[in-house]
């Protein structure tokens, strides 16, 4: 069983910054990429930020100069700095994980999402 605990969300006025971060654990042996998404209200979840193991990173196009993902891959967690914050990134985030189990099992897993509220 894998699990994914992410931390950090909040309440923060347009222009301020949340730190956001996961952790992976359980029957882990390898992660090939970690990320996070986001829902808006009424919204599809859309990716906010992706880490691979050769330290690509990708964003979303609204993101971009704002945001920074980082992992560390000996701990197994990622970090999602984000700043200048707008009303526009009031969303649900998720932690994901592409991993491969103890078992051999290859697995798309998601943390229970923590709320960023960007208002006044």
């Known amino acids: 069983q894998v699990q994914l605990v992410e931390s950090g969300g909040g309440l923060v006025q347009p222009g301020g910054s949340l730190r956001l971060s996961c952790a992976a654990s359980g029957s882990v042996s390898s992660i090939n990429a970690m990320g996070w998404y986001r829902q808006a209200l009424g919204k599809e979840r859309e990716l906010v930020a992706r880490?691979?193991?050769?330290?690509?990173?990708s964003y979303a196009d609204s993101v971009k100069g704002r945001f920074t993902i980082s992992r560390n891959m000996a701990k197994n967690t990622v970090v999602l700095q984000m700043d200048t914050l707008e009303p526009e990134d009031t969303a649900i985030y998720y932690c994901n994980a592409r991993l491969t189990t103890t078992g051999a099992w290859n697995m798309n897993s998601w943390g229970e999402g923590t709320q960023v509220t960007v208002s006044l």
């Open positions: 880490v691979l193991n050769d330290g690509r990173t």
